[in-house]
């Protein structure tokens, strides 16, 4: 069964920069990781997608040419560089496995337990 043990995450000026990584643990069949975001009272909606096969990537509007999501070359561990920060990236970010194009929560799979990105303006 797969596992996805997140890092990184934190409280940050507008402007700064994070980094989330992903790790994934056990077999999945699954061909696609990525990460959602959830901010309060918002539905989950997806940020980045990988595929583990081609590295593959999308990106939501409204963080293209600020985020970049890429793997290891053992693609396991997948990382979420987040520069340019604003305070509407404030949520509750998850590492997600599933199926490509995986761009809504139906295709996910698996889910990591989630890490707090706070922005303060």
């Known amino acids: 069964q797969v596992q996805l043990m997140e890092s990184g995450g934190g409280s940050v000026q507008a402007g700064g920069s994070l980094r989330l990584s992903c790790e994934r643990s056990g077999y999945t069949q699954n061909n696609c990781m990525g990460w959602f975001r959830q901010a309060p009272g918002k539905e989950r909606e997806g940020v980045a997608v990988?595929?583990?096969?081609?590295?593959?990537?999308y990106y939501a509007d409204s963080v293209k040419g600020r985020f970049t999501i890429s793997q290891d070359n053992a693609k396991i561990t997948v990382l979420l560089q987040m520069n340019s920060l604003e305070p509407e990236d404030t949520a509750m970010y998850y590492c997600?496995?599933?199926?490509?194009?995986?761009?809504?929560?139906?295709?996910?799979?698996?889910w990591g337990q989630g890490t707090q990105v706070t922005v303060s303006s």
């Open positions: 990988i595929a583990i096969g081609d590295s593959t990537t």
């Open positions: 997600a496995a599933g199926w490509c194009p995986m761009q809504e929560v139906g295709l996910v799979r698996t």
